[in-house]
């Protein structure tokens, strides 16, 4: 299987404070790779060093073989998606307006009345109805702001699509119900999904492929259905949640 993401010995440090430590990590195309650990450990680093918005100290990123930098920066962002964890929409646009935002920008620009349309059929797609395309954020419940999120995600049709705690501050059944569309919607664009999460209710509904960070380093990957036999202390800890164990918790 073809890798969309490559990291070759990925270091990143914040003054004394090794937060990356060496990663190497293939995330097959295709396929939903979820990144999994503690506080602290590295996740959201990962996450940013891919999109460009933190310099790895040492390293390489490769996108479908090719050097991150060595790509038009541009053309490079177009291939994404990301579902940030506050939904984070944009409190002063319509709900449409969110959606159709990057629609709306660089290259694409499409006319409003174009934009508005793709933007309604996504809204639609993660079970939301045309009525709320012209409210506001705020008239919504924390559940519908994080549809309304990935509805932006996957309006422009990005080749990979990135989750930030996609469940984050949501009911169990919302939670599912997110964790669903997420699964339902990466199979149906054919997409790469990178998800970042805590949550091991998510992981196994999501994941085709489990990645632990633990003290900079890959602690453990392989396939979700080998998560329960994996025979690694730290991961059996952080799936059951204990407190006692290799992973030490903070008092």
Not at 57 to 73: A, E, S, T, W
């Given at each position: 299987?073809?890798?969309?993401?490559?990291?070759?010995?990925l270091h990143k440090s914040f003054g004394s404070k090794i937060i990356l430590d060496g990663i190497?990590?293939?995330?097959?195309?295709?396929?939903?790779?979820?990144?999994?650990?503690?506080?602290?450990?590295?996740?959201?680093?990962?996450?940013?060093?891919?999109?460009?918005?933190?310099?790895?100290?040492?390293?390489?990123?490769?996108?479908?073989?090719?050097?991150?930098?060595?790509?038009?920066?541009?053309?490079?962002?177009?291939?994404?998606?990301?579902?940030?964890?506050?939904?984070?929409?944009?409190?002063?646009?319509?709900?449409?307006?969110?959606?159709?935002?990057?629609?709306?920008?660089?290259?694409?620009?499409?006319?409003?009345?174009?934009?508005?349309?793709?933007?309604?059929?996504?809204?639609?797609?993660?079970?939301?109805?045309?009525?709320?395309?012209?409210?506001?954020?705020?008239?919504?419940?924390?559940?519908?702001?994080?549809?309304?999120?990935?509805?932006?995600?996957?309006?422009?049709?990005?080749?990979?699509?990135?989750?930030?705690?996609?469940?984050?501050?949501?009911?169990?059944?919302?939670?599912?119900?997110?964790?669903?569309?997420?699964?339902?919607?990466?199979?149906?664009?054919?997409?790469?999904?990178?998800?970042?999460?805590?949550?091991?209710?998510?992981?196994?509904?999501?994941?085709?492929?489990?990645?632990?960070?633990?003290?900079?380093?890959?602690?453990?990957?392989?396939?979700?259905?080998?998560?329960?036999?994996s025979g690694d202390a730290h991961l059996d800890q952080f799936?059951?949640?204990?407190?006692?164990?290799?992973?030490?918790?903070?008092?």
């Amino acid at each position: 299987m073809t890798d969309k993401i490559t990291l070759k010995d990925l270091h990143k440090s914040f003054g004394s404070k090794i937060i990356l430590d060496g990663i190497n990590l293939a995330i097959p195309k295709g396929q939903s790779t979820v990144i999994i650990g503690g506080s602290g450990t590295g996740k959201s680093v990962l996450l940013k060093s891919i999109l460009g918005l933190i310099d790895p100290d040492q390293g390489q990123i490769l996108i479908d073989g090719v050097d991150k930098n060595k790509l038009d920066r541009a053309d490079f962002l177009a291939q994404f998606g990301m579902l940030f964890q506050g939904a984070a929409l944009f409190d002063s646009l319509s709900i449409w307006e969110n959606v159709a935002f990057r629609l709306r920008q660089g290259k694409t620009k499409l006319s409003k009345s174009d934009a508005r349309d793709i933007a309604i059929e996504k809204l639609k797609r993660v079970g939301l109805r045309s009525e709320v395309a012209d409210l506001f954020p705020a008239e919504l419940s924390g559940g519908m702001q994080k549809r309304v999120g990935l509805a932006r995600a996957i309006a422009a049709e990005p080749e990979v699509i990135f989750f930030d705690e996609p469940t984050t501050g949501l009911d169990p059944i919302m939670s599912g119900v997110i964790n669903e569309l997420i699964r339902e919607i990466v199979v149906e664009l054919g997409a790469t999904a990178v998800t970042i999460t805590h949550d091991m209710s998510s992981v196994r509904v999501i994941a085709d492929k489990v990645v632990m960070l633990h003290n900079g380093h890959i602690q453990w990957a392989g396939k979700v259905e080998d998560i329960d036999n994996s025979g690694d202390a730290h991961l059996d800890q952080f799936i059951r949640g204990d407190a006692n164990g290799p992973i030490e918790s903070v008092r």
